[in-house]
């Protein structure tokens, strides 16, 4: 039960999804008129749709529906609209049938790249070294560190490495840290090419590390609809270790590397894409090394969080008190 002493808020902010919690602080929200800000940041219930198959999108019908109306209410009562990138401003307005709101507002995703314990950065050091990971000069080193889900087309750049002529496997490791249920097949694809390392899940400061020990960073996200007007985190995260980026995902990320000047791309799914340009990136070392303050300067203006967040709360402190500052 509700405490009638519990003091009401000056604002309320949030996250969606969960669509249940973001329409349970609408309903407090316009029962105590207070503002509501809704920040979108996946793409729900339209991206679980696309991938319920057969009967199960027909058994998952009324509860998509529920969800798609949930929406529709937080949207046209909110009193402002907020997302990780236009894209997601866009479609949660035009999804919804809102033609517009008064206020709107894009806040990317911003990653601190904060360092960690000395002690841990000298293990991690360590670790890297045993295995080989070293930027001596010879070698172009390729990094993703993130989940092995089907929704990624790691396989892809897997075979694509694993079809490279012995020249470039000489000059290139392929390093990737993760989990998931697409483990085995990899380490499968991997196995007896000792230029792909896949070391499993590391630590922060082991990732943190190896992006420092890096040239370039490895995004191979699918370009589904959510990812295709998305910046993902790993770009922000890329970019903060002045790496750039290779990638096969379209939309706003591919536009931004190539405007940059800080990008390789390949076709998703073509594994003769993706061997070209593992072999231009291998070729272009010295390039690669010119891209590092382009990245950087991409980093500091789209994703640093000591700009972003402290420009959010100003946003929201002035929906609270039209008085600040």
């Known amino acids: 039960m509700e405490s009638r002493h519990r003091e009401v808020p000056d604002i309320i902010l ?17 029962r105590h008129s207070v503002p509501f800000v809704v920040d979108f940041r996946d793409m729900w219930p339209d991206i679980i749709k696309d991938e319920l198959k057969g009967f199960r999108r027909i058994a998952a019908a009324p509860l998509l529906l529920l969800w798609r109306m949930m929406k529709k209410w937080i949207v046209s009562r909110s009193t402002a609209v907020v997302g990780v ?12 049938g809102v033609s517009a709101k008064d206020v709107t507002r894009v806040f990317h995703l911003a990653v601190d790249p904060c360092q960690p314990a000395p002690e841990r950065i000298e293990e ?12 001596d000069g010879s070698t172009v080193i390729l990094t993703y560190a993130g989940a092995f889900s089907e929704r990624y087309d790691l396989d892809t750049l897997v075979r694509a490495a694993c079809e490279l002529p012995k020249e470039y496997k ?8 993760g989990r998931g249920d697409m483990s085995v097949p990899l380490r499968h694809l991997a196995a007896g090419q000792p230029h792909i390392i896949l070391p499993g899940w590391r630590s922060a400061s082991e990732i943190r590390v190896l992006l420092g020990r890096s ?24 970019l903060s270790a002045q790496l750039p980026i290779l990638t096969g995902l379209t939309g706003q990320t591919r536009q931004l590397l190539e405007e940059r000047g800080i990008g390789y791309f390949y076709d998703e799914c073509s594994v003769q894409a993706a061997k070209q340009a593992l072999i231009a990136v291998v070729d272009g070392r010295e390039a690669l090394l010119g891209m590092r303050g382009k990245a ?12 972003i967040y402290p420009e959010y709360c100003r946003f929201i402190e002035r929906l609270a008190d039209p008085n600040v500052a």
């Open 14 to 30: 949030a996250g969606y999804p969960t669509i249940e919690l973001a329409a349970a602080a609408l309903l407090y929200s316009r």
């Open 124 to 135: 991690a050091e360590s670790y890297w070294t045993s295995l080989g990971i070293i930027d």
């Open 170 to 177: 000489r000059r290139l490791k392929i390093v990737l840290c």
């Open 85 to 96: 990138t236009q894209g997601f401003v866009d479609w949660a307005l035009g999804t919804t």
């Open 215 to 238: 040239h370039i960073g490895l995004l191979p996200y699918r370009s589904t609809k959510d990812y295709v007007c998305h910046f993902p985190n790993k770009v922000g995260e890329y």
């Open 296 to 307: 950087l300067e991409a980093y500091a203006e789209l994703f640093d969080p000591k700009r």
